[in-house]
C-alpha cells in the first residue's frame, strides 16, 4: 500500500495490508518490485517510462498435457505468430498472436476458442493438430494488445524485475 523513505528519500521498505485488514511494515535495504504490469511498486516509486511502444499485440493461450515436450517452438506468419512453452508437470502452454484490433473484433465476434483455433492454424498448423487430439487444462486466456513499455528499473533502494520494468 506505501512505500517506506528515509528522510533523503531513499525506499527503504514498504507498507503492506494483510488480510484481516491490519498493516504490517517490512523494511529492507533493497526493494523489489515484481508486482507485474500494474506494479504499485513501480507506481509509487514514480519509475518512469522511458519508452513506449507504438503498436499492440493480443494473445490467446491456454495448458495442454504433453508429456515429452521439452523444447520451445515458435511460428510466425504474416499477422500471425503462435507458440509452444513447455511447463510443468507434463504440460506445454501453447500461445497464439495477432493484432489487437482483430482480437477485439474477432473475439466479439465468435469468442475466445474460435478465435484461438483460428490465429493457431493461420501461425502453426503443426500445433494446431496437437491441440485439436487433446483436452485442454483449464480455460483458454486472453491477453488483450497493450503496447510495450520500459520503465527506469532501478532507483535509490528500489529496483524493478519483469513486467515491472518492462513489457
Do not use: H
Amino acid at each position: 500500500t506505501g512505500l517506506c523513505r528515509d528522510r533523503t528519500g531513499r525506499v527503504t521498505g514498504v507498507l503492506a495490508r494483510v488480510r484481516g485488514g491490519d498493516t504490517v511494515t517490512f523494511r529492507a535495504p533493497l526493494t523489489i518490485g515484481a508486482d507485474g504490469l500494474r506494479s504499485t511498486v513501480a507506481r509509487l516509486a514514480a519509475a518512469p517510462t522511458v519508452r513506449r511502444g507504438a503498436a499492440a499485440s493480443a494473445l490467446v493461450y491456454g495448458y495442454w498435457p504433453s508429456p515429452s515436450a521439452w523444447q520451445y517452438d515458435w511460428f510466425y506468419r504474416p499477422g500471425v505468430s503462435a507458440g509452444i512453452i513447455p511447463t510443468n508437470d507434463g504440460q506445454v502452454c501453447i500461445w497464439a498472436g495477432l493484432p489487437a484490433d482483430r482480437f477485439a473484433d474477432e473475439r466479439r465476434r465468435s469468442g475466445m476458442e474460435d478465435l484461438f483455433a483460428r490465429v493457431l492454424t493461420e501461425a502453426a498448423p503443426e500445433a494446431a493438430t496437437l491441440v485439436a487430439r487433446a483436452e485442454p487444462i483449464g480455460a483458454l486466456r486472453g491477453f488483450p494488445g497493450m503496447p510495450g513499455y520500459l520503465r527506469r528499473a532501478t532507483g535509490p533502494g528500489w529496483a524493478l524485475v519483469g513486467d515491472d520494468g518492462y513489457f
